[in-house]
């Protein structure tokens, strides 16, 4: 019994597409092969690496590269919304603190008004006491 063959045909040039034909001779397997569960996990390691070869050289850009930056970017927007982050929280203490400063300055002009009112109206005690005193010390004296 002779072993399968796989004829195929692919172009040089890297720019135009690969034809792959495949003609299964044997339909009833050759001989039993028995792979360590390794191989197959490197087999598969270096197709998956050389996939991704193949994955760069039609894109053109390495894929490595291509994910540096992508993660570059992603870095920086971290850092942006963190920087957001912390300038919310300043700009929130800011509010706060001007607030209480806001209702503590005004509890301070009120209880200056009231000082003011109270000063003015015994200024006019006063100086009704002080008119009546004169107006009668007048009235005495010719």
């Known amino acids: 019994m002779a072993a ?12 135009d597409p690969i034809d792959i034909r495949v003609d ?28 991704r ?7 053109g850009v390495p894929i490595q590269e291509e994910l540096t930056a992508l993660r570059f970017r992603v870095d920086v927007a971290e850092a942006e919304n963190a920087s957001l982050r912390d300038k919310i929280k300043t700009t929130k203490a800011i509010e706060k603190i001007t607030c209480s400063q806001e209702r503590r300055a005004r509890m301070e002009m009120k209880r200056q008004l009231a000082s003011v009112q109270e000063s003015q109206q015994q200024d006019r005690e006063n100086f009704k006491k002080f008119q009546k005193l004169v107006t009668s010390q007048l009235g005495r004296h010719p």
Do not use: D, K, W
């Open 53 to 59: 070869g193949m994955h760069e050289q039609l894109l």
């Open 4 to 15: 399968p063959t796989i004829p195929f045909s692919a172009e040089e040039n890297l720019r």
């Open 24 to 51: 299964i001779i044997h339909l009833e397997p050759v001989a039993i092969v028995a792979f360590l569960a390794a191989v197959v996990v490197r087999t598969q390691a270096q197709h998956g690496e050389a996939i």
